[in-house]
């Protein structure tokens, strides 16, 4: 079945400082990922839905500056955190869509727990 | 046992028993639904999923209903076991995928 890597799974990093957040479609292409925040206790939220070779599309209230959105290929996108704050400790999920004909849904990362000290 | 979603949303059950977990969604235009299931630390992973055509999916011990007119879905675990223990989720799609609240399935051994 599809897979979904997620790298780092956990990362602590200091306040003012950035962070790099990997997901990669192992066995397909995926033209569209999706990046997602969840807070304890919450669900997901959506935050901006990545294109290959374009601008990502950010949900209202999604500061696109500081969360950047790069889809270079049909495999990789990377979400980075700029100048990270407390707040914006949380666990964060990608999730893309095999378009092959015959699979339903859309396959999801492991997640990454950012804590910002 | 039997959830409400936003209402109720932790739900515990004896192992066994049957679970339904509730959903109310938003938008009448949805065309497909999913379910999730998640565990503590862990992505989200793909249950079963229904589209607007239908009103009833049957998966392994799964079965997810819905009702297009009060627009809610519910899922229905047979049987259920320890290891369904979990958050589950209804996503309803809407060219991205938005996510319910969430209910908190827990199974008592």
């Known amino acids: 079945g599809a897979v979904v890597s997620q790298h780092p799974s956990r990362v602590i990093c200091k306040s003012g400082t950035s962070v790099k957040i990997e997901c990669r479609s192992l066995?397909?292409?995926?033209?569209?990922m999706f990046w997602y925040r969840q807070f304890p206790k919450q669900s997901l939220m959506l935050m901006a839905t990545s294109n290959e070779g374009s601008k990502a599309t950010y949900e209202q209230g999604v500061e696109k500056d500081k969360f950047l959105i790069n889809h270079a290929s049909l495999t990789l996108s990377t979400l980075t955190v700029t100048s990270a704050h407390p707040e914006d400790s949380s666990f964060y999920i990608c999730?893309?869509?095999?378009?092959?004909?015959?699979?339903?849904?859309?396959?999801f990362g492991s997640g990454t727990r950012l804590t910002v000290v | 046992g039997e959830s409400v979603g936003l209402h109720l949303p932790t739900l515990s059950v004896q192992e066994g028993d049957n679970s339904i977990i509730n959903c109310a969604y938003s938008?009448?235009?949805?065309?497909?639904f999913i379910w999730y299931k998640q565990e503590s630390g862990k992505g989200p992973q793909f249950i079963i999923d229904?589209?607007?055509?239908?009103d009833k999916r049957q998966g392994q011990r799964v079965t997810v209903l819905l009702n297009k007119t009060v627009k809610h879905l519910s899922l229905q675990i047979a049987a259920t076991q320890p290891g369904d223990s979990a958050v589950y989720f209804c996503a309803e799609n809407r060219a991205q995928f938005y996510f319910g609240t969430g209910t908190s399935l827990t199974v008592i051994p």
């Open positions: 229904i589209r607007s055509n239908m």
């Open positions: 938008n009448s235009a949805s065309d497909y």
């Open positions: 999730s893309a869509r095999d378009n092959t004909p015959g699979l339903s849904g859309y396959t």
């Open positions: 066995d397909f292409q995926a033209t569209t």
